[in-house]
């Protein structure tokens, strides 16, 4: 109980800004961080959540509440996931042999292809987050059932050579708990409304294609590709869920 009590706090510390109380690391509690991750996510999709709560009552303009909800998720995780999209998108977009887009994927430097998708990123995730009132709901659920999907690549899925994960054995447990995670999580999305269930189908198909796609160019995953899903994740259930908002009557 110790040992996962301590692979939450260091799953908080490495994936989260939060000014939380730091706890010894424990090499024999890094598998179990993966396991924690969903919770990690609800934790920063409660905090997400907030503010689309107070925004009706506040009567603020619409472009208030995309800047405000587009910026939070990335504040929240000190750009952590951002920073894995910035370098896997550079890789992947150089179009050179994989051996070069490894190279590439581990260059501290950022390239033009990186901008412009990051440019690209935010206008998109302001666009639909001001586009109307958001379910504080959905926020919620999100970024659990998106960091159900980093959880299940991490322990399914081939890591790359230079990856943290390469010499790391994990429970064999963890993947069908996040699994069932994953289910629930998406059916509480179809109870609190329709376009809040299809807006997490979308983040799911989201963070399907993009770790296909990333996984089929750099040959394996790591901690840049699955920051680079998961930001792509939560972009495609925000773009489901605004458009699911205003095509199907409520």
Known sequence: MRRLITALGMCLGMFTALPLPKLPWREDARPWMPLFL???GLLLGLLWAIPAWLFPSWNLPLTVQGIVLCALPFLLTGFLHLDGFLDVSDAIGSWRDRETRLKILK???????AVAS?????LAQFAFLSAGSVDGRFLLLLPALSRCGSALAVTTLPP???SQYQAEKRPRVIPWVVLGTAILLTAAGFL???P???GLIGALLGYGLALW??????GGVSGDVAGYALTLSELSGIAFYTLANFLIPC
């Open 160 to 162: 790359l050579p230079t």
């Open 196 to 198: 809040c269930g299809i």
């Open 38 to 40: 969903p919770l990690t």
């Open 192 to 194: 609190c409304s329709l």
């Open 107 to 113: 260059d501290p430097h950022v390239g033009s292809m």
């Open 213 to 218: 796609q990333a996984v089929r160019a750099l």
């Open 118 to 122: 990051c440019g690209l990123l935010l």
